[in-house]
């Protein structure tokens, strides 16, 4: 089993950036491809980007791509979402998770954060 926990998530203006981290349990985090998705209120769960288990490839959606990046640190059992140039659109909680297969569908992630809040006011 792998437990997940996020943080870095905040209040910060239009424009500005956040760093995300999330730190798994377990000894079997490397095998796993990790993604973020995120929950606006009233919104369904949207995939935002994907990292496979060495970090060898990375899919990030469209309304991010030039604006955030995924990475990891299997040494350290951690996977960052590096967030710029955020817009209040981007406001919703993010979660991380894991899946034996690298995806964009979270139906097909077995193992979820409880999630970090993310707040970008205009």
């Known amino acids: 089993q792998v437990q997940l926990v996020e943080s870095g998530g905040g209040l910060v203006q239009a424009g500005g950036s956040l760093r995300l981290s999330c730190v798994a349990s377990?000894?079997?985090?490397?095998?796993?491809?990790m993604g973020w998705f995120r929950q606006a209120p009233g919104k369904e769960r949207e995939f935002v980007a994907v990292?496979?288990?060495?970090?060898?490839?990375?899919y990030r959606a469209d309304s991010v791509k030039d604006r955030f990046t995924i990475s990891r640190d299997n040494a350290k059992n951690t996977v960052y979402l590096q967030m710029n140039s955020l817009k209040s659109e981007d406001t919703a909680v993010y979660y991380c998770?894991?899946?034996?297969?690298?995806?964009?569908?979270?139906?097909?992630?077995?193992?979820w954060g409880q999630g970090t809040q993310v707040t970008v006011s205009s």
């Open positions: 998770a894991s899946a034996s297969h690298y995806g964009t569908n979270p139906d097909e992630y077995n193992y």
């Open positions: 990292i496979t288990w060495n970090g060898g490839r990375t």
């Open positions: 377990g000894r079997t985090f490397r095998s796993y491809a």
